[in-house]
């Protein structure tokens, strides 16, 4: 029912601002005695009706590697999404931060965290559609997360959903979705081995001097990201996997997960 992801107003308390995003302003709050960031979602950025439908399924998506919204607060204008506070902010940046101070135990377990919350999806046949280190959190103990799963779909900005559009995610995104916006966890996967060259290019964007017309057609002539200096042979060997050009080809998240932690364990 309703009030199953309904937050109360009078519960929820607005701290100071600690970002903002495609929905407008992030804050930072207090619900239940519990640390949480509230998304303060702008009316003409979000499909909010179809979201409201969606964010029961969302919430039922739970497990520790993933950042959990905890409900919606539809009663205040405007909405908000409460979600688990993270620490550490948004990886892209903790990388970019940390920068030479990256060992690699670190940053495999970063590959591993993302890639246990990724098959959790995979499992729940929930596809992510813009998975990237932008979109994955940190917590206190250098753990990561992954957020933003499914947004993308309640976007109302052309330039960000068409992949003809100057804000599409070209760069992350394998070539059905840019050919035929054909979604699935296999694309998800080959978002996920970009996702690995960021981590071990400790925060790099990917393509950087590049036009997204220029990066499409050097994949369409079968080029690939480099292997990134700090990432050993067999993780490359998985990025490499992830970017096979037929969907079927690449692996699953379940067996990333699994080659991870076999060669995390070595
Ligand atoms: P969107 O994906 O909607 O464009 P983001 O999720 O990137 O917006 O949020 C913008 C910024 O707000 C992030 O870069 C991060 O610094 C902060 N933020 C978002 N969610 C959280 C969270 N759960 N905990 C802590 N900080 C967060």
């Known amino acids: 029912s309703k009030d199953q992801w309904e937050i109360d107003p009078e519960e929820l308390i607005l701290g100071q601002e600690i970002g903002s995003g495609q929905f407008g302003l992030v804050l930072e709050g207090k619900w239940m005695d519990r640390k949480v960031a509230v998304k303060m979602v ?59 101070h990256l060992p690699q135990d670190l940053m495999l377990g970063m590959c591993l965290d993302v890639s246990e919350g990724m098959a959790y999806l995979e499992s729940s046949n929930f596809i992510h559609r813009d998975l990237a280190a932008r979109n994955c959190l940190v917590a206190k103990n250098n753990e990561v997360k992954v957020s933003d799963f499914g947004m993308t779909r309640y976007v109302l900005d052309d330039q960000y959903t068409s992949s003809q559009g100057s804000k599409f995610p070209v760069k992350w995104s394998a070539p059905e979705v840019i050919k035929y916006s054909k979604f699935s966890s296999k694309s998800d996967v080959w978002s996920f081995g970009v996702l690995m060259w960021e981590i071990y290019n400790e925060g790099r964007l990917p393509y950087e001097n590049r036009s997204n017309a220029e990066v499409v057609e050097s994949l369409n002539a079968g080029m690939r990201l480099l292997k990134p200096r700090l990432a050993p042979d067999q993780v490359h060997m998985l990025m490499e996997w992830c970017w096979k050009e037929k969907p079927e080809d690449r692996p699953s998240f379940a067996l990333l997960l699994h080659e991870l932690a076999a060669f995390a364990d070595l």
Do not use: I, W
């Open 42 to 100: 702008r009316e003409d950025c979000m499909s909010n009706e179809e979201f409201k439908e969606e964010a029961m399924v969302m919430m039922r998506l739970s497990h520790c590697k993933l950042v959990q919204l905890y409900g919606v607060c539809t009663q205040r204008s405007p909405m908000c999404l409460v979600f688990e506070y993270m620490e550490g902010g948004c990886l892209s940046d903790y990388l970019r931060e940390k920068k030479g």
